[in-house]
């Protein structure tokens, strides 16, 4: 069974930056094959597409919304994924995950909860002074 682990979240002043990390074990675990998304979740809201990664890091989207604030990329050879993000505000607290999908790029939908079928637990950040 594939189990996708997210690190990196905490406590960040507003205007800093954070550094997520997301990794695989199990089952069909090596990331460069497929598909992988960040998202993340504020309390009361709708979970959102921050990025997105095709496999073999080709191609890569991000949510226009947050203004170019955030960046995805993969280093294979540590499988592993990571969200890049700078100049944050207090509206981006939140429980950050990253998802994996299928060994395909979609990009209408990469921003799509629906798109991925793997989830990891996610990583809370906090956006405060």
């Known amino acids: 069974q594939l189990q996708l682990v997210e690190s990196g979240g905490g406590l960040v002043q507003p205007g800093g930056s954070l550094m997520l990390s997301c990794t695989a074990s199990?089952?069909?675990?090596?990331?460069?094959?497929?598909?992988i998304g960040w998202f993340r979740q504020a309390p009361g809201k709708e979970r959102e597409g921050v990025a997105c990664?095709?496999?073999?890091?080709?191609?890569?989207k991000h949510s226009d919304s947050m203004k170019g604030r955030f960046g995805i990329f993969r280093d294979d050879a540590k499988n592993t994924i990571y969200l890049q993000g700078h100049n944050l505000t207090p509206e981006d607290t939140g429980v950050y995950y990253c998802?994996?999908?299928?060994?395909?790029?979609?990009?209408?939908?990469?921003?799509?909860?629906?798109?991925?079928?793997?989830w990891g637990q996610g990583t809370q950040v906090t956006v405060s002074p």
């Open positions: 990664i095709s496999p073999g890091s080709r191609v890569s």
């Open positions: 998802a994996r999908a299928g060994t395909w790029w979609l990009e209408e939908r990469c921003h799509s909860p629906a798109a991925y079928g793997h």
């Open positions: 199990g089952r069909d675990s090596d990331l460069s094959y497929y598909m």
